[in-house]
Each structure stands twice: as structure tokens, then as C-alpha cells.
């Protein structure tokens, strides 16, 4: 899952970030959000992948699946 555009509620989109890396810390999710192609998940199956697509696209960011 990589984050093409964090979108205009970044706050909300590191909220995210860290419910779905839960062993990343505030800067590091931070970090994520303000880069444009951040990885956010890496291997993990389809499922996963497009659930945690819908969580930051609801927060407001763009978001692929690699």
C-alpha cells in the first residue's frame, strides 16, 4: 500500500498510518504520510491491502496498491 497524496487532512492520515502499523511511531507515521510514496504495508495479502486502501482513502489521502 503506498501513499501517492496525503490529501488535506494529514493528521487524520497518520492517525491511519499508525492504526495499521502499530509498531511505528508518531514521527515515523509522520514521516510516511509526508512522503509521496511512502510504503505503508508491504507483503500482506489482498484483502489487507485494499481494507487498509479504504482506511486512508477515507481519511482523505491517495493511495495505490503495489
Known sequence: VVIKDPGAKKIDVIKVIRQLSPGLGLGEAKALAD????KIMTGVGKDAATEAKKKLEEAGAAVELA
Open 35 to 38: 512522503t509521496a510514496g511512502g
